[in-house]
């Protein structure tokens, strides 16, 4: 069946540091992908999204390239700052259905 | 941009009760209504998905007679959890969606049982 594998947090870093949070998927046939965020407190934010192969997403500095061969969509940032802080869902859609990973939590020091 | 509210934010109710949870959508119509439960540091596993008019589509181990979804109109669709027990609380979020659009999330319902 489908599924969504992402790195296991916490993450930590210092402000302006580069982030990575790996995600991989396993689908049949060509799901959309997501990452979405999450503040404390709060719900789900959609972050980016790419509907295709080779698409890029990127949001607020956020980015994340659809990468079929690698069944990968790595979200990236150059510099995170201290409310960038919050829980990051990968995410996969196929027909209806949003299938989600773990989640990974993000703390960023100042 | 579309919003999507939940009401209460945080209930606690004993346990043999039963507690309702409204799921809104504020500026959309929403054709498409799903319920995902989410578990402390845990991700999101969706319950069920409901059409406005129609029975709700339960996901496999849900039981379907414990969560009762109904999506009676195209801004509202509620969650009754019957018979509450322990094991029920969690964090509960609705989703909704317009035709095609994309998926928009409400805040999140913290349900506690004691």
């Known amino acids: 069946g489908n599924s969504v594998t992402q790195m296991e947090g916490p993450v930590t870093l210092s402000e302006e540091a580069f982030l990575t949070i790996n995600c991989t998927y396993t689908?049949?046939?060509?799901?959309?992908l997501f990452w979405y965020v999450q503040y404390p407190g709060e719900g789900l934010q959609l972050l980016l999204k790419a509907t295709k192969a080779d698409d890029k997403g990127s949001n607020k500095g956020f980015e994340a390239t659809y990468r079929k061969e690698t069944t990968s969509f790595h979200l990236e940032k150059g510099s995170v700052q201290v409310s960038d802080s919050a829980v990051y869902f990968c995410?996969?859609?196929?027909?209806?259905?949003?299938?989600f990973g773990k989640g990974t939590r993000l703390h960023i020091l100042p | 941009g579309a919003v999507v509210s939940q009401h209460p934010s945080w209930v606690i109710c004993k346990s043999g009760t039963s507690v309702k949870i409204e799921c809104r959508s504020l500026d959309f119509q929403a054709t498409t209504m799903f319920w995902y439960r989410q578990f402390p540091k845990q991700s999101l596993m969706l319950m069920a998905t409901?059409?406005?008019?129609?029975?709700?589509?339960?996901e496999q181990g849900v039981e379907k007679d414990k969560f009762l979804i109904n999506h009676a109109s195209l801004t509202l669709s509620t969650l009754t959890v019957t018979s509450a027990h322990p094991e029920d609380s969690s964090f509960y979020i609705c989703s909704a969606k317009e035709g095609s659009y994309e998926q928009y999330f409400g805040p999140g319902t913290r349900l506690t049982v004691t």
């Open positions: 995410a996969l859609r196929q027909d209806d259905k949003i299938i």
């Open positions: 409901s059409n406005e008019g129609s029975k709700a589509t339960y």
């Open positions: 689908a049949t046939g060509y799901p959309s």
